[in-house]
């Protein structure tokens, strides 16, 4: 068995009174998809940032390809976050002001490249997301399932080693659902990446390896047979 790549161990995080996580377990491999499953507010969400560096664990440890996540300072932080993570949300990703085209373009022109080539490459993207005749509109002139597409095609444009995906059908209904996960799961399965993929929604989860329990900020891990 593989190392994981990203795992957090013993991960406790507050928000005031409100205890969100307490003693978290979780790891993911490259080329895995985990689902984290639970109901609403129940800590997925927050394992999630914990797991992508945006939050920092009061307790526990977040590692990361052989480095200590939860112990980097905020600038390393940040930048391995945009140069090795890709993150697809449930709503609102995508800049309203660019065509669907510009917004895939737009992590690779903020790392220095050519509108040119950015655009080639995005190009690329939004044809393999099937979202190819889109390029030109801006977000509000798509559908949904279109819109999520493209932001799916904007978080792998730069090759992440892991996709964080936080609800990414929430706002869907369950055909576009089905299709951006098929999607976004065969993509990462050729490129490799890890996927952590949180959805309360059971027919999302079947697009996982495996499945992670969250209940009231703990953990249970779950193996397919
Ligand atoms: P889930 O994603 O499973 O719905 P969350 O991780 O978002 O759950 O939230 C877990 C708990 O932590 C909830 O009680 C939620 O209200 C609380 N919480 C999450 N984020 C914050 C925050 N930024 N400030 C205050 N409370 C928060
Ligand atoms: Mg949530």
């Not at 044809?127 to 030109?136: K, T, Y």
Request: overall charge neutral; hydrophobic content about 40%.
């Amino acid at each position: 068995m593989t190392q994981p790549l990203l795992a957090a161990t013993g991960v406790v995080k507050s928000f005031g009174p409100t205890k969100a996580l307490d003693g978290a377990n979780m790891s993911v491999r490259a080329g895995e998809v985990v689902a984290v499953m639970g109901p609403s507010g129940s800590g997925k969400s927050t394992m999630l940032h914990c797991l992508a560096g945006i939050i920092q664990p009061d307790a526990g440890t977040v590692m990361y390809d052989g480095k200590e996540l939860s112990a980097m300072p905020d600038q390393p932080r940040s930048t391995l976050r945009r140069t090795e993570f890709g993150f697809v949300f449930q709503f609102g990703q995508l800049v309203p002001e660019l065509s669907c085209i510009e917004n895939v373009a737009l992590p690779m022109r903020l790392g220095g490249m050519k509108r040119r080539d950015a655009e080639a490459k995005a190009r690329t993207w939004l044809d393999r997301l099937e979202v190819g005749e889109v390029a030109a509109k801006r977000p509000g002139e798509v559908s949904g399932g279109q819109g999520q597409r493209v932001a799916v095609a904007r978080a792998l444009v730069t090759g992440p080693r892991v996709i964080f995906a936080d609800e990414p059908t929430g706002a869907l209904d369950s055909l576009n659902g089905e299709h951006v996960m098929r999607l976004l799961t065969e993509a990462a399965k050729d490129t490799g990446a890890a996927v952590i993929l949180v959805t309360h929604e059971p027919r999302v989860a079947a697009y996982s390896d495996r499945e992670v329990i969250v209940r009231d900020g703990h953990t249970r891990q779950v193996e397919f047979a």
